[in-house]
């Protein structure tokens, strides 16, 4: 997946713990997001940002913090994890809606909460 | 609200043809994509329809009709290596200046010898 960088891979959590999913891209898009996926339920869309200093709402976005600083970062944040959050994160960016543009994904974080 | 529906699974032989269909609701729609995604992987992209019709890349096509709220992802000549979750996904206006993409829950195909 070019240019998009999730870390960590993998992380175990135990319950109230905090932690920080990070995301980074060198394309220069406006566009991030992160996106949430369980068995049988599809990408599900948590947090997004069109640009530096703007963040909106998703599907899901109890329980994660966003900011986006800068227009290459975009980290997730778990305040007090639970188990419910145990799930398979994808942070994905693009250049601002235009036609035909396509959508990069990063390889994904499993998070486990204990 | 948004609302994309997909069959949840399909199963198909080596050489066939499959239709994998997507029906969506949703607000200001700005386009339909396809995924492609294996298991443990990210999704990977196939295609992007914004206009009515059918758009053919290789092996795959994919067609939308916006006034149906209706696309379809066809394979043809399908390989092994085919077998995966497909995705389909609304890129729609969610305020003034957002847009995201909308998923549904995905079909997983399986392709036999």
């Known amino acids: 997946n070019a240019g998009v960088t999730q870390t960590p891979k993998f992380q175990v959590l135990k319950t109230g713990q905090s932690m920080t999913l990070q995301c980074a891209q060198d394309m220069n898009h406006e566009y991030m997001s992160w996106y949430r996926q369980d068995p049988g339920m599809g990408l599900r869309l948590i947090h997004y940002?069109?640009?530096?200093?703007?963040?909106d709402q998703g599907e899901v976005p109890n329980g994660y913090n966003v900011s986006r600083s800068t227009t290459e970062d975009f980290p997730l944040r778990l305040l007090s994890a639970a188990p419910s959050q145990t799930s398979v994160y994808f942070c994905?960016?693009?250049?601002?809606?235009?036609?035909?543009?396509?959508?990069?994904f990063g390889e994904g974080s499993w998070l486990t909460v204990v | 609200g948004q609302n994309i529906d997909q069959p949840t699974e399909m199963t198909a032989t080596e050489g066939a043809i499959v239709q994998i269909n997507c029906t969506y609701q949703?607000?200001?729609?700005?386009?339909l994509f396809w995924y492609q995604q294996h298991a443990g992987e990210a999704p990977t992209f196939l295609s992007y329809n914004v206009l009515d019709g059918l758009e053919e890349k290789g092996r795959f096509s994919s067609f939308l009709s916006r006034s149906k709220g209706y696309s379809y992802l066809l394979l043809k000549e399908l390989q092994m290596k085919d077998s995966a979750s497909y995705l389909c996904a609304v890129r729609s206006l969610l305020n003034q200046a957002g847009t995201a993409l909308i998923f549904g829950k995905g079909t997983t195909l399986s392709v036999s010898s």
């Open positions: 949703t607000s200001g729609f700005n386009g």
């Open positions: 940002s069109v640009g530096a200093g703007i963040t």
């Open positions: 994905a960016s693009s250049s601002l809606p235009s036609s035909g543009n396509t959508i990069y």
